[in-house]
């Protein structure tokens, strides 16, 4: 693998665990208040009328955040390539999300998907 591929691999890493980790503490700090109240156990209106604090708990603690970062952090360990799929699989995942929910920082994270695209391709 070359070095500019391994560059592409490392910073598609540090991108993916940076955003899964920021948006996992952002949105805990915002929704703390409500995932201490014991609001989650047996919500009145159940899962057909979410609460506020199980809104807050799924844009939180229940999002993608915390597997992203560690995806981040396994291509991160790794070192090495990962299949394309991976990286289509951000890219596609981010833009769907950004088409849906505007302004979103979802963009960003096609970043990480292309870096991993174009480093599959070069091995």
């Known amino acids: 693998m070359s070095s500019e591929t391994k560059r592409s691999v490392i910073v598609a890493g540090w991108i993916t665990l940076f955003l899964g980790a920021l948006h996992t503490v952002l949105t805990l700090v915002l929704a703390f208040p409500h995932l201490v109240g014991g609001q989650l156990w047996f919500p009145p209106g159940g ?20 597997p992203f970062a560690l995806l981040g952090a396994m291509v991160l360990r790794a070192g090495e390539r990962v299949p394309a799929f991976v ?16 302004p979103t920082p979802f963009v960003l994270a096609v970043i990480p998907g292309v870096l991993l695209i174009r480093a599959a391709r070069k091995s």
């Open 47 to 66: 899962l057909a009328e979410p609460s506020k604090a199980t809104a807050m708990f799924w844009i939180s603690l229940g999002s993608f955040g915390v």
């Open 87 to 102: 990286g289509w699989g951000i890219a596609v995942w981010a833009l769907v999300c950004a088409a849906i929910l505007e």
